[in-house]
């Protein structure tokens, strides 16, 4: 992506503190004695920024009508009073049973059509009209009461949307994914027919009131009917969204509103599509704590949110100090663990760190849930690290508004291709999207190279993924363009794309031919977004930009590994590939079914390179290739220093640029550096020594 300008992008966050440090805040569970005492913890632990009355809806309407503010002026007025910026949220994730018992059709359905009971957090329809109701009326008297209050800085909209109650079917749900459908086709019942393929065992429809969900029958549904209700669900979600904003924004201008993410692991939104309606792109990250590869999947979700933040500072809204309380066997994080996570996520470009929570509930479903005070309170060592993080983070503030450099290489991301490739009644359930697209990013973290994660080609924003011309290079149509369409790829990586959008062929071919490098793995290009398969031998959309077709495709058994004859090995899938004249066998099956058939492949487009890989590769292969790919397309190496454990990366602005080092070895790391290294205090003079697990933040010498 372009490297953006932050003047804009610092007015949109206004008064938010930066680099801001905090953590949602509950009040509605402590008596006020203890609002008192946590406010008082919260400057010592050098909080600036709290999100506060998440899920507080029966505690600021107790009764269908009856507003209650006491409380939360008290707090906000002693939060105001101690310099803590408020981030107010919407509490219409949490219904209150009053109104779930008041409206009890807003509840939840499942595919099975049970309708879930209340009692839990996101206990409603999204397409609920009295949900919709109360929840903006809830929001409006919120606005009206705290939208110009000198401690609100920003605006935080319900929570998390869609994390409990992605998908609902009840008969609301379905007369609204019928409106949707009306406007999605027109209203054209013939063209919903030939698009969901329902021809296939007699399931046209005859008249729109057939049209409904995809509940659960005696068998697999039209893949197409799942992938428009997962749209539809997640446009649902989104109006919601909308609706509470656009009943803030008048009471409190010049605020930014947002909603929290889940990047890391939510696959039922599409978060390019919400990235474009909040104020500040926030995100919440929680490690898997029994995950060998945590440490790289911090990078990888921090690079997701920076791709979604259009390059631009962004806000991790929240993450663990240790345990969580939801997964199998809850570890605690290490020693220095949280500081490193944390910095982590700056020096990918976060402009703040919040946790859940600030005080651990002592009762509850997330009583175990890690906190920035927990039980035993300000003697243990969760509480002296997270003290000693928020002075770290203040030491560092002055890098707020930079933005990370702009690397060469992206890393295509798609929805739609995500929710296709794991729709039932696949060639195999392990072609599995999110951990292939990690693993490629897992492979470039290890090489201590960096990536932007993009929007897939075809998607309407292909001057994000044009290659920069080399300095050698005589190009006079790319001169001709104009130079805030320029960016600094060569090389783009596209993993896996199963299903594609009209142009996306055109798109790769672009940029190859005006010098970029691509890379496609297997089992892409083969279905339109309707799951439909292109006419013609596979790989379909994609098979004249690749130069090439496949035969067969080739599924591998649960761990079968196939050999290539450079030393590389594949694993989940194969492919019968038959390469067109032009393009070249790079490597060849030596076992397996495919074996003596072509594995990588690679012709030349224009002044660029199209590559293929019919297996998906393992770990050490994608370490040993990507990097290989990565210098013939032109890409500057890693960072010295960095790689195999070792993050090094740099955030740029108009005042200078910082080098942030973050070690996740158990040995001293040494890199090249001049300048003041900031959590230390003290001068780097050539070579920065990083000790083991520790962190370092270096403002560089303009020299």
């Given at each position: 992506m372009p490297h953006p300008s932050t003047t804009r992008f610092d007015r949109v966050w206004g008064r938010v503190p930066r680099l801001a440090y905090g953590a949602d805040?509950?009040?509605?569970?402590?008596?006020?004695?203890?609002?008192?005492?946590?406010?008082?913890?919260?400057?010592?632990?050098?909080?600036?920024?709290?999100?506060?009355?998440?899920?507080?809806?029966?505690?600021?309407?107790?009764?269908?009508?009856?507003?209650d503010f006491t409380g939360m002026d008290a707090v906000i007025g002693l939060l105001h009073d101690s310099g803590i910026s408020v981030d107010l949220a919407t509490p219409t994730a949490a219904p209150p049973r009053w109104f779930s018992h008041a409206h009890p059709d807003s509840l939840p359905v499942t595919a099975e059509n049970v309708r879930l009971a209340p009692g839990s957090r996101q206990t409603y329809c999204p397409s609920s009209p009295a949900y919709r109701e109360h929840a903006v009326r809830i929001t409006s008297a919120l606005a009206e009461?705290?939208?110009?209050?000198?401690?609100?800085?920003?605006?935080?909209?319900?929570?998390?949307?869609?994390?409990?109650?992605?998908?609902?079917?009840?008969?609301?749900?379905a007369a609204a994914f019928r409106t949707w459908l009306h406007t999605e086709y027109g209203r054209d019942l013939t063209a919903l027919n030939d698009r969901w393929g329902t021809s296939f065992w007699g399931m046209r429809y005859s008249a729109w009131d057939q049209?409904?969900?995809?509940?659960?029958?005696?068998?697999?549904?039209?893949?197409?009917?799942?992938?428009?209700?997962?749209?539809?669900?997640?446009?649902?979600?989104?109006?919601?969204?909308?609706?509470e904003r656009d009943a803030i924004r008048p009471h409190s201008p010049g605020r930014p509103i947002t909603t929290n993410l889940m990047t890391g692991n939510f696959a039922e939104a599409d978060y390019w599509r919400w990235s474009r309606e909040v104020d500040i792109v926030a995100n919440d990250h929680y490690l898997n704590a029994e995950d060998e590869h945590r440490t790289a999947e911090l990078a990888f979700a921090a690079d997701l949110t920076r791709g979604l933040a259009g390059g631009r500072?962004?806000?991790?809204?929240?993450?663990?100090?240790?345990?969580?309380?939801?997964?199998?066997?809850?570890?605690?994080?290490?020693?220095?663990?949280?500081?490193?996570?944390?910095?982590?996520?700056?020096?990918?470009?976060a402009d703040g760190v919040l946790f859940f929570q600030w005080r651990q509930s002592a009762f509850g479903a997330e009583q175990w849930h890690s906190a920035m005070l927990p039980h035993g309170g300000t003697k243990t060592?969760?509480?002296?690290?997270?003290?000693?993080?928020?002075?770290?983070?203040?030491?560092?503030a002055e890098v707020a508004g930079s933005v990370c450099e702009p690397a060469q290489i992206a890393l295509a991301w798609d929805y739609d291709?995500?929710?296709?490739?794991?729709?039932?009644?696949?060639?195999?359930?392990?072609?599995?999207?999110?951990?292939?697209?990690?693993?490629?990013?897992?492979?470039?973290?290890?090489?201590?190279?960096?990536?932007?994660?993009?929007?897939?080609?075809?998607?309407?924003?292909?001057?994000?993924?044009?290659?920069r011309e080399a300095a050698d290079t005589d190009n006079s149509e790319a001169d001709d363009r104009p130079k805030d369409a320029e960016a600094p790829y060569r090389l783009l990586l596209v993993p896996s794309l199963y299903a594609v959008a009209p142009g996306t062929a055109e798109a790769l071919a672009a940029f190859a031919a005006a010098g970029g490098h691509v890379v496609v793995g297997p089992f892409s290009g083969v279905t339109d977004l309707d799951d439909r398969i292109f006419p013609g031998p596979y790989p379909g959309a994609l098979r004249e930009v690749l130069g090439l077709t496949v035969d067969e495709f080739l599924p591998l058994a649960a761990d079968e590994r196939t050999s290539l004859d450079d030393g590389s090995t594949g694993r989940t899938w194969a492919e019968r590939v038959v390469p067109a004249a032009d393009t070249a066998v790079d490597a060849r099956f030596t076992d397996g079914p495919a074996a003596g058939g072509p594995a990588l492949l690679s012709r030349s487009l224009g002044l660029g390179t199209v590559r293929?890989?019919?297996?998906?590769?393992?770990?050490?292969?994608?370490?040993?290739?990507?990097?290989?790919?990565?210098?013939?397309?032109?890409?500057?190496?890693?960072?010295?220093?960095?790689?195999?454990?070792?993050?090094?990366?740099?955030?740029?602005?108009?005042?200078?640029?910082?080098?942030?080092?973050?070690?996740?070895?158990?040995?001293?790391?040494?890199?090249?550096?001049t300048g003041y290294e900031l959590l230390a205090g003290q001068p780097v003079e050539g070579e920065l020594t990083v000790p083991p697990g520790g962190v370092a933040v270096v403002r560089e010498d303009p020299a």
């Open positions: 805040y509950n009040p509605e569970q402590w008596d006020p004695a203890t609002w008192r005492e946590d406010t008082a913890l919260m400057r010592e632990a050098g909080v600036n920024l709290v999100s506060l009355g998440i899920f507080a809806w029966s505690w600021l309407e107790p009764e269908p009508g009856r507003l009461r705290y939208g110009d209050h000198p401690a609100v800085v920003m605006w935080h909209v319900g929570n998390e949307y869609g994390n409990a109650n992605a998908h609902c079917f009840c008969d609301t749900s049209v409904g969900p995809p509940r659960t029958s005696t068998g697999s549904l039209p893949p197409a009917q799942w992938l428009d209700f997962r749209r539809f669900s997640d446009a649902e979600h989104l109006s919601c969204y909308r609706a500072p962004w806000l991790l809204m929240e993450h663990s100090t240790s345990a969580v309380q939801w997964q199998p066997r809850n570890l605690a994080k290490a020693a220095g663990e949280m500081a490193r996570n944390s910095l982590t996520h700056v020096a990918r470009g060592r969760i509480w002296r690290e997270a003290a000693a993080l928020g002075a770290s983070v203040a030491r560092v291709a995500w929710w296709a490739l794991e729709l039932p009644d696949r060639p195999s359930r392990d072609m599995v999207y999110r951990e292939e697209l990690r693993g490629w990013h897992r492979a470039l973290w290890t090489a201590g190279l960096r990536c932007d994660i993009v929007p897939a080609p075809g998607r309407g924003l292909e001057p994000s993924v044009l290659p293929y890989a019919a297996t998906r590769l393992n770990d050490a292969s994608l370490r040993c290739l990507l990097p290989r790919w990565a210098t013939a397309a032109g890409c500057a190496p890693a960072l010295p220093g960095s790689g195999d454990g070792v993050e090094v990366t740099r955030r740029t602005g108009p005042t200078g640029s910082w080098l942030f080092a973050v070690n996740h070895t158990v040995t001293p790391a040494l890199l090249p550096a």
